[in-house]
């Protein structure tokens, strides 16, 4: 069995639903302005450009190898981790920096803004992304 197979069945098996917000960065929403934009659009969920939605099925755990560089917060006791996961979906996902990956538990919508994302090649084929993220309640 290919590894390719092998992802997608750990995927069907142990994975949930998620949805990929990619950012259009050529499509500024209107919510977006020199002095704010709006946290809670719905049109780009906070990130000031219209975003292309993509169902995925995703696996899902707390990202364990430490925070990321970016998900350290500064506070008078020093600095704090934020929840950092990192997510598992089959093929070449493309992913960036600042896009964000949508879940729902529990009818509780949460959304984690994407650091870094990386493909795992066999050959020629790219058999899964791992996409890090920091975590953002909605």
């Known amino acids: 069995m290919s590894r390719s197979k092998q992802v ?24 977006r302005s020199e002095l704010k934009q709006e946290a809670l659009c719905n049109q780009c969920l906070g990130t000031g450009f219209k975003v292309k939605l993509t169902k995925l099925q995703a696996y899902k755990k707390r990202n364990n190898q430490g925070a990321m560089p970016d998900t350290r917060k500064e506070q008078d006791a020093g600095a704090e981790d934020v929840r950092s996961y990192l997510f598992y979906v089959a093929g070449a996902v493309d992913a960036g920096s600042g896009d964000i990956i949508v879940e729902r538990a529990n009818g509780i919508y949460t959304t984690h803004i994407i650091s870094t994302s990386d493909h795992a090649q066999d050959g020629q084929e790219v058999v899964y992304t791992a996409i890090y993220t920091k975590r953002r309640s909605v």
Request: aromatic letters at 0%.
């Open 8 to 31: 997608l069945e750990i995927l069907e098996l142990h994975g949930h639903p998620v949805v990929l917000a990619k950012r259009d960065m050529a499509r500024p929403c209107k919510c």
